[in-house]
């Protein structure tokens, strides 16, 4: 078994140990499901209760780990983008530190990512692609890379917005272009250790996630027509199928069961394929229940939640694909899972629902409103951060504002 592998399966082996917190986009195995038990069955009409708000994270749509008792994210201050530690207790900020030029964009200047925790270092992509290892306790910058001008990617219309993904001593991420869509860092260095060289792709706004399947390890990503995975050992392709995006591919990928699911916005809907074994490819179903635009779906019980473009918040069976229920009074918006629980937030109105995750329909238990929002938001943004539930607290971001409420049940 070579190094790569060793490291592979000691990552796999740790997911349990960060399972308390949330040390990456969507949480332990990338599923957006929180840890948490024993939280509030409903909340007061004026919201739960706030713990801290912090009104310094800076511009832009990043989102935001947990981990150790110090929450990561991004932000624009000044110009000039940065990667930023704050006390998970207490709102305060403990470092911040330089990542990379501003991004600039008509939606809302800044990243747009989540930064990666793992160990002692964290790992966090700039808008305009600078990927940045930092000691996590200090902010002390370890090395960089620069996806554009070092691995040879093409940035899009809005920015890069993947977040980083570590597997074993390597970090992967999503260049994209000639040299392979994929790329794999030596965590410690920053060193190239390999590309996809039979993917070449560009880039898009995915994020991609490490799955079991049968025993191995992969690494499965979506990008504009296809979606595919790799070996996390050397990046040779394993499976890939077509897929018809357009204009912009943003969901992350969902696995469950030897399934794998994944959807976009623009009309373009939804596909589901089962691997076999040897990674062949059997086609489940490709259809337009769901039409998720970058708010993100969850599987729970073999069900999928979110919203659907046109179709308002959608249940879908994940094997075959049929929808189960509609619902249109809440807005468009992201959501994750907690305790039984959906926790969707409305990207225009800062509406948050609290609803029960149920084939039976749409069962919303409690409502408020986020306030303050920001003022410095483009009025082409939205309030686009997803939130995230961990160790008793709900945290929610619009802008430079970063909210942290108070959600475990006291009984």
Not at 71 to 77: A, K, N, P, V
Not at 101 to 128: C, E, L, S
Not at 379 to 389: E, M, R, T, Y
């Amino acid at each position: 078994m070579n190094n790569g592998m060793i490291g592979v399966l000691a990552f796999l082996a740790q997911i349990s140990v960060f399972g308390a917190d949330w040390n990456q986009w969507r949480g332990a195995g990338r599923k957006d499901h929180s840890p948490d038990k024993g939280l509030l069955s409903a909340w007061p009409q004026e919201g739960p209760k706030q713990v801290w708000l912090f009104q310094n994270a800076g511009l832009g749509y990043a989102g935001y780990s947990i981990a150790k008792g110090t929450l990561f994210t991004m932000g624009l201050r000044d110009g000039q983008e940065f990667l930023i530690a704050v006390d998970a207790s207490k709102g305060k900020e403990l470092w911040s530190t330089p990542a990379g030029p501003k991004y600039p964009n008509n939606w809302g200047d800044g990243p747009r990512m989540t930064p990666t925790v793992d160990g002692d270092h964290v790992y966090a992509i700039g808008g305009q692609g600078l990927l940045v290892c930092a000691r996590a306790n200090d902010g002390q910058l370890v090395w960089s890379k620069n996806l554009v001008g070092d691995l040879g990617g093409k940035l899009q219309d809005w920015g890069y917005t993947e977040s980083p993904l570590v597997v074993g001593d390597l970090v992967v991420c999503t260049p994209g272009g000639p040299q392979g869509t994929l790329a794999a860092l030596d965590k410690k260095t920053g060193t190239v250790r390999w590309r996809s060289k039979d993917i070449t792709d560009n880039a898009q706004y995915s994020s991609p996630i490490l799955i079991q399947h049968s025993g191995k390890p992969q690494v499965v990503q979506l990008v504009m027509n296809r979606f595919f995975g790799v070996s996390p050992s050397d990046g040779s392709v394993l499976w890939k199928k077509d897929f018809p995006g357009r204009v912009a591919v943003i969901p992350t990928p969902i696995y469950e069961d030897g399934i794998v699911y994944v959807t976009a916005g623009y009309g373009v809907g939804c596909e589901a394929i089962r691997l076999g074994a040897d990674n062949s490819v059997e086609p489940l179903y490709s259809n337009k229940v769901m039409k998720n635009h970058h708010g993100g779906v969850v599987c729970v019980d073999g069900h999928l939640y979110g919203h659907s473009d046109g179709a308002g918040w959608i249940c879908q069976e994940l094997t075959t694909g049929k929808e189960v229920w509609s619902h249109k009074g809440f807005g468009k918006g992201s959501v994750t899972y907690a305790d039984g629980k959906l926790i969707c937030l409305d990207e225009r109105s800062g509406e948050v629902a609290l609803v029960e995750a149920s084939t039976q329909g749409w069962k919303e238990l409690s409502r408020f409103k986020l306030a303050p929002l920001s003022t410095q938001r483009s009025s082409q943004g939205g309030i686009w951060p997803h939130p995230v539930v961990v160790n008793g607290r709900l945290y929610l971001r619009d802008q430079e504002l970063l909210h942290c409420f108070d959600v475990k049940s006291r009984q």
